[in-house]
């Protein structure tokens, strides 16, 4: 079923595909540099504050971040999986793809509260509100502010993936995506690849280096 | 010929929810026009302060917030989203042969975008605003009892809404050129736009993280610009002016593009060096990215990295000389016609230079030393971006109104408010180059006398200003009601807009345009 029409200013779906995957790509150069600031300033204080990195970072859970990275990969496979699903028509395929990677999208925010709370829990928070004693490091929450705002930037544009997915599902299931025209689930699937790519730079930077 | 215009439907709610290129460029004109209307008279009471020395009307306090929302309102709500936001969103398809942007409703939303950032900016203000000067810099603007917080979400927001305009031109221009229209055939002004875009596209991502950071530090006192945390408050410079500095090219860029557009119609000439200004623009693009560091030759920045900033920075002055000497060589031998749009662009050449000139000398590191946080820096970039900006922009408003409402503005009254403009730029802000080589500190609320003769004229200066201004949007708002109508084509213009019904209908073209020709084949035997 193929009720999709091309938007009257374009002249032609393919013009309209072409439009919608530089736009895609553009966005994801765009996400690239508000992470970039995040990178940048890692960068620096890793290099001002070497053995404070590496004493901070033990105290992070590598299993769980292990977990995660693994968790968020499948999320990655999966999500692929739909979109060439949808390409070869097999819309059912699609939606059951699509339900797996929401689901380890969720798995990788729940075990991320965990060590949220238990962060929290031992005052190993950010700034000015780092209480935690057992690190002899007067620059410590430092490191503390980066993990924070690192990974919560990445998890905010987790929950918007979610969203997204969520969205393509329904709009999956209403059959509004064919071989014919598949835009959106591309986009959401180069963006989903995109948060997972992040991740796969924020670990071993964070967990790894101790 | 009966055809129907854009602006044929009525009701605010067709104004809200319309996804038409030319309905969102004239939403983004009004409310940026208005915050430039309130950014003026900031000005204008900031000047009237600083007529006499001691206090004359306001106390340093309030005076500390006034120049910072003249200066905040200014950049962010009136002078980046001006050009590119209402001419270009109006113009640029029109330009190509498109029908509208690439992303209709994407360019609607970050209209909406806008209009929230804005909104918590004015709650700011409301709630007692902001006095850290437009740059936020920190430590200070963590320590600062005011409203930092709103004002950094609110440029944190439209932030955003100037990134998807961006992103929705670039794609429009790779994508939606009418057949026939090369790169290379594309009007300068769609080249100045997407250098523009490609500016904001690229830098905007980094004042998003810088703001949102800075809120983080106010919030949670992450440290990162903290000293007592172990942060450094350089690097907030360092981020600031990553994005601000290329964000200067964001505002002028647009400017130079009409500037392009006006030259060879009222000098009746093909424009000189045309692929020249295309490929400098892209070159001030990317050359505004590896400059930032010159606004920081005394924060304790490496000389290294000094004479570095400072050779590049002087790197700039290449394709702006380039565009000068090809604006020149179109008006040399040209039958000149000097309307109001001409005006504007002949007064943007001879500001601008002025204004890029006095730049070479912030460049050189040792004259920086002494003019650096001088009122040598404020009249330097107030020739630019008014003296440039604004005065492209005055002559875009003036050479797109017929096409935009499809009434002609009065000529004798445009000539008017242009003299008045003119002088009363030149009248307020010259007088300040010479304050900062004589040590005048910006931003200060009092000054020894020995500056009071030259504050006054500058004093008087912007009034003329304010009387230009003002006369101009009485004669532009009466033209809408009781301007003559204007014909499709008033200038004699060989671009695409000019092609269409002024206004245009709602769809641009009827049928796709095919271009055979360059943009500017003036005097052209065929
Ligand atoms: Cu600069």
Avoid at chain 1, 187 to 198: E, F, K, Q, S
């Amino acid at each position: 079923m193929n009720t999709h029409v091309v938007p009257h200013h374009f002249d032609s779906a393919d013009q309209a595909y072409q439009a919608s995957k530089l736009g895609i790509w553009l966005f994801l150069v765009t996400e690239v540099l508000l992470f970039g600031g995040l990178f940048v300033a890692y960068i620096m204080y890793r290099a001002m504050y070497p053995e404070m990195f590496h004493e901070a970072s033990k105290l992070l859970s590598r299993p769980m971040g292990a977990i995660n990275t693994i968790v968020l990969i499948c999320s990655s496979f999966t999500m692929a999986m739909a979109v060439s699903a949808t390409q070869r028509n097999d819309s059912n395929r699609a939606n059951q793809y699509l339900i797996v990677t929401l689901f380890c999208a969720a798995v990788f925010l729940i075990i991320k509260y965990f060590e949220y709370s238990h962060k929290f829990h031992e005052g190993l928070l950010p700034g000015m509100y780092f209480t935690f004693e057992g690190l002899n490091h007067p620059k410590a929450p430092l490191f503390f502010s980066l993990y924070f705002m690192m990974t919560g930037l990445h998890g905010i544009h987790v929950l918007c993936g979610m969203g997204l997915i969520l969205w393509m599902l329904i709009r999956s299931n209403r059959g509004e995506f064919s071989s014919q025209y598949f835009t959106p689930m591309e986009n959401t699937g180069i963006y989903w690849h995109l948060v997972d790519l992040i991740w796969i730079y924020l670990f071993p930077l964070m967990y790894l280096i101790g | 010929m009966a055809h129907a215009s854009y602006l044929d439907k009525k009701g605010l709610w067709s104004w809200l929810s319309t996804v038409d290129h030319k309905r969102i460029g004239l939403m983004y004109f009004w409310t940026s026009m208005g915050f430039f209307a309130i950014g003026g008279i900031l000005a204008l009471l900031v000047r009237l302060e600083l007529m006499f020395p001691g206090q004359t009307i306001i106390d340093p306090n309030l005076y500390n917030k006034m120049f910072t929302l003249h200066g905040a309102i200014m950049v962010f709500m009136f002078i980046i989203p001006i050009i590119p936001a209402a001419l270009g969103n109006f113009f640029l398809p029109i330009l190509i042969g498109a029908k509208d942007v690439a992303f209709p409703r994407l360019n609607l939303a970050s209209y909406y975008i806008f209009v929230t950032g804005a909104a918590l900016a004015v709650i700011a203000i409301l709630n007692g605003g902001v006095d850290t000067g437009w740059t936020f810099y920190t430590p200070y603007s963590i320590r600062s009892a005011t409203s930092v917080v709103l004002t950094s979400l609110g440029v944190f927001i439209m932030g955003f809404s100037s990134i998807l305009t961006g992103l929705n031109f670039i794609v429009t221009v790779h994508k939606l050129r009418a057949p026939g229209m090369t790169y290379f055939s594309m009007p300068l002004f769609v080249w100045a736009i997407y250098a523009t875009a490609i500016i904001q596209v690229l830098a905007t991502p980094v004042i998003g993280i810088t703001t949102l950071l800075l809120v983080m530090e106010r919030v949670l006192g992450i440290g990162f610009f903290d000293p007592k945390l172990g942060g450094d408050p350089v690097l907030f410079q360092h981020f600031f002016w990553f994005y601000s500095h290329p964000a200067v090219y964001i505002m002028i860029l647009p400017g130079m593009g009409i500037v392009s557009e006006v030259i060879p119609v009222f000098a009746r000439k093909h424009i000189f060096g045309y692929k020249a200004i295309a490929y400098s623009s892209l070159a001030i693009a990317f050359i505004s990215f590896i400059v930032w560091g010159h606004h920081m030759f005394v924060s304790s920045q490496s000389p290294l990295a000094n004479f570095l900033f400072s050779i590049l920075t002087m790197l700039v002055a290449v394709p702006t000389a380039i565009k000068v000497f090809n604006w020149t060589a179109t008006l040399y031998k040209g039958s000149i016609q000097l309307a109001t749009p001409m005006l504007y662009a002949l007064a943007f050449i001879f500001l601008f230079t002025i204004g890029g000139l006095t730049g070479l000398f912030l460049a050189a590191l040792s004259v920086d030393v002494h003019l650096h946080d001088t009122y040598f820096v404020v009249a330097h970039f107030h020739y630019v971006m008014m003296g440039g900006t604004v005065m492209g922009l005055l002559a875009g408003i003036h050479y797109w109104w017929p096409k935009v409402f499809g009434k002609m503005y009065p000529e004798k009254l445009g000539k008017l408010a242009w003299g008045f403009i003119f002088l009363g730029f030149n009248m307020t802000f010259l007088p300040q180059f010479y304050l900062g080589k004589m040590g005048m500190p910006r931003r200060y609320h009092d000054y020894p006398v020995e500056y009071a003769s030259l504050n006054f004229v500058s004093t008087v200066g912007s009034w003329s200003l304010g009387i230009g201004f003002a006369i101009m949007f009485s004669y532009l708002i009466w033209s809408l009601y009781r301007g003559k109508a204007a014909s499709a084509n008033p200038w004699n213009g060989k671009t695409l807009e000019w092609q269409i019904p002024s206004p245009p209908t709602e769809h641009n073209f009827e049928e796709t345009p095919v271009i055979t020709a360059g943009p500017y084949e003036y005097g052209v035997r065929t």
